[in-house]
């Protein structure tokens, strides 16, 4: 398998407080739940996870507290071997959410609480030395100082002729993020956004947002849960819709999108992949996600592949 530069993964890493039970509590009552846990969350936080896992090397890029309650999340990180030496601290509270999943229903309720906390901002990314990596993700927030980061990026690979590849994760405020779709190489758009601006398939949210980024178009990828995703190649222009990986059981959904970048970027990086068989892969590591808890599974699948592909 082909060695690639570490993947610098540029977000968020919150506390996630996990409530399971048989059905929704009642407002104003005071009752016992069936199972429960609190495990690190956030969508960049999780798709290092995620990466690490299929074997790539990783580093997490965002603010951490100094706070004992964020201790666990820093233990997480430095257990899972995902390096987060760059980042920033602050001795603010760390953000948290709280998540209440309905077994009878399969309902995911969840609450962020995030009271103002800071985030990385450019001037904390413009002390990473970039020849460090060949990939950097981003999630689509803060458009102002991410849009700065994206630039200078950018400005390393023109300079350096070197290519890092840069990936967007887009999932909310639309019109204060499209401006970062222009930059990057490949943006993954999400079926609720989609479903925001009024577009009813994965392929037509492809076209419509290349039609809105004109002439500087990315590849565009756009999961449709059970459907699969589509795939717009930005050099051909081609609009593919890739087919979903069915799991035999659905147990935990939390995550399966921050799998699928994770997935996505590992073939595209690692395994240098083409886009549709990227995306092909991407569904297979959301898929295999949700057919248990939590990510570690997500390992043997890998273990799998590799002793079936010799
Ligand atoms: C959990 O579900 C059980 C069974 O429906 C119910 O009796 C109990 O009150 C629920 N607990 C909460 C916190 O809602
Ligand atoms: C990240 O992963 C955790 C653990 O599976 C999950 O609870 C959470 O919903 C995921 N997504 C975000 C945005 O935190
Ligand atoms: C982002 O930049 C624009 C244009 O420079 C400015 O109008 C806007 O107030 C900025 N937003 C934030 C949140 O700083
Ligand atoms: C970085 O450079 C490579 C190679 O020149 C190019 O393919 C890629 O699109 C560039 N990425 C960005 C975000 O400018
Ligand atoms: C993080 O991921 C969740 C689940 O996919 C999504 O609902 C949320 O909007 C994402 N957050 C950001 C900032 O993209």
């Given at each position: 398998?082909?060695?690639?530069k570490?993947?610098?993964?540029v977000?968020?890493?919150?506390?996630d407080?996990?409530?399971i039970?048989?059905?929704?509590?009642?407002?104003?009552?005071?009752?016992?739940?069936?199972?429960g846990f609190w495990?690190?969350?956030g969508n960049a936080?999780?798709?290092s996870?995620?990466l690490?896992?299929l074997?790539a090397?990783?580093?997490f890029?965002?603010?951490?507290?100094?706070?004992d309650?964020f201790?666990v999340?820093l233990?997480?990180?430095?257990?899972?071997?995902i390096d987060v030496?760059?980042?920033p601290t602050?001795d603010?509270?760390?953000?948290?959410?709280?998540v209440?999943?309905?077994?009878?229903?399969g309902?995911r309720?969840?609450?962020?609480?995030?009271?103002?906390y800071?985030?990385?901002t450019?001037?904390?990314f413009s002390?990473?030395?970039?020849?460090?990596?060949?990939?950097v993700?981003f999630e689509?927030?803060?458009a102002n100082e991410?849009i700065?980061?994206i630039?200078?990026v950018?400005?390393?690979?023109?300079?350096?002729?070197?290519h890092?590849?840069i990936?967007l994760?887009?999932e909310t405020?639309?019109e204060?993020?499209?401006?970062m779709?222009?930059?990057?190489?490949?943006?993954?758009f999400?079926?609720?956004l989609?479903?925001?601006q009024?577009?009813?398939?994965?392929q037509?949210?492809c076209?419509?947002?290349?039609?809105?980024?004109e002439s500087?178009?990315?590849?565009?990828?756009?999961?449709?849960?059970?459907?699969g995703?589509a795939c717009?190649?930005?050099?051909?222009?081609?609009c593919?819709m890739?087919?979903a990986?069915?799991?035999?059981?659905?147990?935990d959904?939390?995550?399966?999108g921050?799998?699928f970048m994770?997935g996505?970027?590992?073939?595209?990086s690692v395994?240098q992949?083409?886009l549709?068989d990227?995306?092909?892969f991407?569904n297979?590591v959301?898929g295999?996600?949700?057919?248990?808890?939590?990510?570690?599974?997500?390992?043997?699948?890998?273990?799998?592949?590799?002793?079936?592909?010799?």
């Amino acid at each position: 398998m082909a060695t690639a530069k570490p993947v610098l993964c540029v977000g968020c890493t919150v506390i996630d407080f996990v409530t399971i039970n048989e059905s929704f509590p009642k407002e104003d009552t005071d009752r016992r739940c069936r199972d429960g846990f609190w495990q690190r969350g956030g969508n960049a936080s999780n798709v290092s996870t995620v990466l690490r896992l299929l074997g790539a090397d990783v580093e997490f890029f965002g603010m951490l507290s100094q706070s004992d309650g964020f201790r666990v999340l820093l233990q997480d990180l430095e257990r899972r071997g995902i390096d987060v030496q760059h980042c920033p601290t602050t001795d603010k509270d760390p953000p948290f959410s709280s998540v209440i999943i309905v077994q009878g229903t399969g309902s995911r309720t969840i609450v962020h609480c995030n009271k103002n906390y800071p985030y990385v901002t450019w001037e904390d990314f413009s002390k990473i030395d970039l020849n460090r990596y060949g990939w950097v993700h981003f999630e689509a927030r803060n458009a102002n100082e991410t849009i700065k980061m994206i630039r200078s990026v950018q400005e390393h690979n023109r300079t350096h002729n070197e290519h890092i590849t840069i990936s967007l994760d887009f999932e909310t405020l639309y019109e204060q993020n499209l401006p970062m779709c222009a930059l990057c190489d490949y943006v993954v758009f999400s079926k609720e956004l989609a479903n925001q601006q009024g577009w009813r398939t994965a392929q037509e949210t492809c076209k419509e947002l290349a039609r809105r980024l004109e002439s500087k178009s990315p590849c565009i990828i756009c999961p449709w849960g059970s459907t699969g995703a589509a795939c717009l190649d930005a050099a051909s222009n081609g609009c593919s819709m890739v087919a979903a990986y069915s799991p035999d059981r659905i147990v935990d959904t939390l995550g399966a999108g921050d799998s699928f970048m994770a997935g996505f970027i590992y073939a595209t990086s690692v395994m240098q992949n083409n886009l549709k068989d990227a995306v092909s892969f991407a569904n297979r590591v959301a898929g295999h996600k949700i057919t248990d808890y939590g990510y570690d599974h997500i390992a043997e699948l890998q273990k799998y592949d590799k002793l079936r592909t010799g």
